[in-house]
C-alpha cells in the first residue's frame, strides 16, 4: 500500500483539480491518469506510478495540490512494482534565450523550455506573428500531447521578430520559437534567468507526467489515453480556453469545436453561449440531464493526417463563414427539415420581364426574375400565412407576422450573406428590382450593417444565375422556410395530340423550385399547397395583383 502524490510539477503551486478520473475499488494500469490539473497555462494529466487497485481517495474536483500533495492510496501489484527510485526534480523549466545582438536593442531566440520527457509536442497554435509587441507572460504558442496542452509564455516583453515554427510542427525542449526584440536586461544563461524562464504558471504539464511519481517508478510515460467514457467525447482546447469556459460555466464536451482537428476555440465558447443566451431551439424538450439536453452524443471528429496521402494546403475560414458556420449549424441539427421541390412555368413571365429589361436598364437597375419572385412569394405567404412565421421560445406557439420582410441570400467573396428587403407586400417590382441591386452591392462592398440583415419573416436562395436543377436550403432560423430557386430551362411539356393522335410536347422555361420548411410548423399536405399555389402565381403573376 503507498500513498501517490503529485510529482514535481515545477513551479506551479496551487493548481486545482478539475478531474478526477478513478474511485475508490478501481483497478488501474500503470500510467493511467488518476487525475486532471489545470492552471491559466496548462493542462495536465497526472498518470499513475504503477499499477494497482485504487484504495483512498485523498483530493477531489476543485481542490488546489501542489508537489507532494496526496492523491490517492494505491494497493499496488507486486508484480509491477519496481526499484522505487531517488526522486529526483527535474531541472527547472525554462526558455533558452541567445543574445544575438545589442545593437538596436536585444534580440534572442526564445526556445522550448524544458517539457520533461516529451519529444515532439505538435505546435497546434501560434499565437503571435512577426511584428507584434508582446507582453512578458503573454502566451506565444500552443504545445499539445496526448496527456496535455500547454501555453509558452514569452519570457519577455518585446517585439516579434522572426517566427521559427508553424502550426503542425512537431518541437522538444531547445526547438527556437521565435526571435524577439526585447528591453529586458541582460542575464546570465546559466543562471537560468528569471525574464528568460517561461512565466509563472510554466508549461510543467508533460514534466509532470513524466515526472518522478514521489513513492514510486519515476518512469511514467505519456500514453495513448485510456478509452473511457469522458475521453471519448472530450474537448480539445487550450488550457486558457478551458479556464474560459469554466469561469462561463459552458460544458466544454458539449461545444463544437471549430479550430483545426476540432479544437474548441475561444470564439466557441463565444457561440456556445450566445446560443444558450438567446434560449435553446425552440421545441426542444427540456434538459433531462444526460446529454445535457443536446440530442446527440456523437464519437470525436476523425483525426486525419491528410499529408500523409497526398499535397495538402489549410486555407482559414473567411471571417463570415467562421460567424454563420455555428449559425447554419445550429439551424440544420436543431429544426426538422424538408424539402418540397416544384417546377413553375415561367414562359409568359420571362417573356414580359426580358420586355421590361429595355426600359429598367434605361432607370439604371437590372430587373432579374428575383424580383418577380420576391413579389410571388408574398403572394404566397399571404395565402399561406404559417410560412410567414416563427416559433415563439416555448415552442408551442406560432407567431404569425403580420409584415413581409424577405431576407435574400447574397453571395459575396467573404462568404454568404442575407439582407433583408422590408415591407416587400408595399413595394412594386420595379422598386424591388432596384433595391435587390443595392443591397447586394452593399453586401459585396461589405457595407451591410448588422439591422440590414435582421427582422426576416422568410427567405429565398437563387442560385438560378449560376446553375443547378434543385437544393436542400437551410431554414434562416427563427423563419420556418426558405425557398430554394435553381436556373430555368427549357422542358418539353406535354401539350395534347396531334391530328393523327401523336403526342405532342411544347418548349416551356420551367423554374426549379425548392422549399425547405420545418416540420415542426409545417406539414408536408400544406408545404406542397404552397408550392403549388406559388408555382401558380409564377404561372401567372397577375395573380400577385388580386
Ligand atoms: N434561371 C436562369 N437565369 C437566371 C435565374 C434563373 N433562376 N436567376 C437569375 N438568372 C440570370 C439573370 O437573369 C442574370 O442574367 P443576365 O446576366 O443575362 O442578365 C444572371 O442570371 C445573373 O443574375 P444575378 O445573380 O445577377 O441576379 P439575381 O437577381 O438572380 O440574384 C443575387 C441576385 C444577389 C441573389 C445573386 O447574385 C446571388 O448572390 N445569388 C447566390 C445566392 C446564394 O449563394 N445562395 C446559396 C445559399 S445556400 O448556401
Redesign the pocket.
Known amino acids: 500500500m503507498s500513498q501517490v502524490l503529485v510529482p514535481d510539477i515545477g513551479d506551479f503551486k496551487e493548481v486545482e483539480v478539475i478531474e478526477v478520473l478513478v474511485k475508490p475499488g478501481d483497478a488501474v494500469t500503470k500510467e493511467q491518469s488518476l487525475i486532471t490539473l489545470e492552471s491559466d497555462k496548462a493542462t495536465m494529466e497526472i498518470p499513475s506510478p504503477a499499477a494497482g487497485v485504487v484504495k483512498e481517495l485523498k483530493i477531489k474536483t476543485g481542490d488546489k495540490v501542489s508537489k507532494g500533495s496526496p492523491i490517492l492510496v494505491l494497493d499496488e501489484k507486486k508484480q509491477d512494482e519496481k526499484k522505487p527510485e531517488v526522486n529526483k526534480p527535474q531541472p527547472p523549466l525554462e526558455a533558452k534565450p541567445q543574445t544575438q545582438s545589442a545593437a538596436s536593442g536585444r534580440t534572442q531566440t526564445v526556445s522550448v523550455p524544458d517539457i520533461g520527457d516529451f519529444k515532439e509536442v505538435e505546435v497546434i497554435e501560434v499565437l503571435v506573428k512577426p511584428g507584434d509587441a508582446v507582453a512578458k507572460e503573454q502566451s506565444l504558442i500552443t504545445l499539445e500531447s496526448d496527456k496535455a496542452t500547454m501555453e509558452i509564455p514569452s519570457p519577455g516583453a518585446g517585439v516579434v521578430k522572426e517566427l521559427k515554427v508553424k502550426v503542425g510542427d512537431k518541437v522538444a525542449k531547445d526547438s527556437p520559437i521565435l526571435v524577439l526584440e526585447g528591453k529586458e536586461e541582460r542575464r546570465s544563461e546559466a543562471r537560468a534567468p528569471e525574464a528568460a524562464r517561461p512565466a509563472e504558471p510554466r508549461p510543467a504539464a508533460p514534466k509532470a507526467a513524466a515526472a518522478p511519481a514521489p513513492i514510486t517508478n519515476p518512469s511514467a510515460r505519456p500514453v495513448p489515453r485510456e478509452p473511457r467514457e469522458e475521453t471519448a467525447v472530450k474537448a480539445h482546447a487550450s488550457p486558457s480556453v478551458r479556464k474560459f469556459a469554466r469561469e462561463l460555466g459552458v460544458p466544454l464536451a458539449q461545444v463544437a469545436g471549430s479550430g483545426p482537428k476540432g479544437r474548441v476555440l475561444h470564439a466557441d465558447v463565444q457561440g456556445f453561449v450566445k446560443g444558450a443566451l438567446q434560449g435553446r431551439a425552440p421545441g426542444r424538450p427540456p434538459d433531462k440531464g444526460g446529454q445535457g439536453g443536446l440530442p446527440f452524443n456523437l464519437p470525436a471528429w476523425p483525426e486525419v493526417d491528410f499529408a500523409k496521402f497526398g499535397p495538402v494546403e489549410s486555407v482559414p475560414l473567411s471571417r463570415i463563414q467562421k460567424l454563420s458556420g455555428p449559425y447554419?449549424h445550429r439551424n440544420w441539427v436543431s429544426i426538422p427539415h424538408v424539402t418540397q421541390f416544384d417546377e413553375a412555368d415561367?414562359t409568359d413571365l420571362e417573356a414580359f420581364?426580358k420586355g421590361q429589361?429595355a426600359e429598367t436598364e434605361k432607370k439604371g437597375f437590372?430587373l432579374?426574375?428575383?424580383?418577380f419572385?420576391i413579389k410571388a412569394c408574398v403572394t404566397a405567404l399571404r395565402e399561406y400565412p404559417q410560412f410567414n412565421a416563427s416559433l415563439d421560445r416555448s415552442g408551442e406557439n406560432v407567431i404569425i407576422k403580420k409584415y413581409y420582410h424577405i431576407g435574400?441570400?447574397?453571395?459575396?467573396p467573404e462568404g454568404?450573406v442575407?439582407p433583408v428587403v422590408r415591407d416587400a407586400d408595399r413595394k412594386g417590382v420595379f422598386d424591388l428590382?432596384k433595391e435587390?441591386?443595392e443591397?447586394?452591392k452593399l453586401?459585396?462592398d461589405k457595407r451591410l450593417k448588422a439591422g440590414d440583415m435582421q427582422g426576416g419573416t422568410f427567405s429565398?436562395?437563387?442560385?438560378?444565375?449560376?446553375g443547378g436543377t434543385a437544393?436542400t436550403?437551410?431554414i434562416n432560423a427563427p423563419e420556418v422556410a426558405i425557398l430554394?430557386?435553381?436556373?430555368?430551362?427549357l422542358k418539353p411539356i406535354f401539350s395534347g395530340k396531334g391530328d393523327k393522335g401523336e403526342d405532342l410536347f411544347k418548349a416551356r422555361l420551367v423554374?426549379?423550385l425548392s422549399l425547405s420548411y420545418d416540420h415542426r410548423v409545417i406539414d408536408g399536405a400544406t408545404a406542397a399547397r404552397f408550392t403549388t399555389y406559388l408555382v401558380s402565381v409564377l404561372s401567372d403573376i397577375r395573380k400577385s395583383l388580386l
Not at 408 to 412: G, L, M, Q
Request: aromatic share 4%; glycine share 10%.
Open positions: 447554419l415561367i420581364r429589361t437590372k432579374t426574375m428575383l424580383a419572385m435574400v441570400a447574397v453571395d459575396t454568404l442575407v428590382a435587390l441591386g443591397i447586394s453586401a459585396r429565398i436562395s437563387s442560385l438560378g444565375g449560376i437544393f436550403p437551410i430554394g430557386v435553381s436556373r430555368s430551362y423554374l426549379p
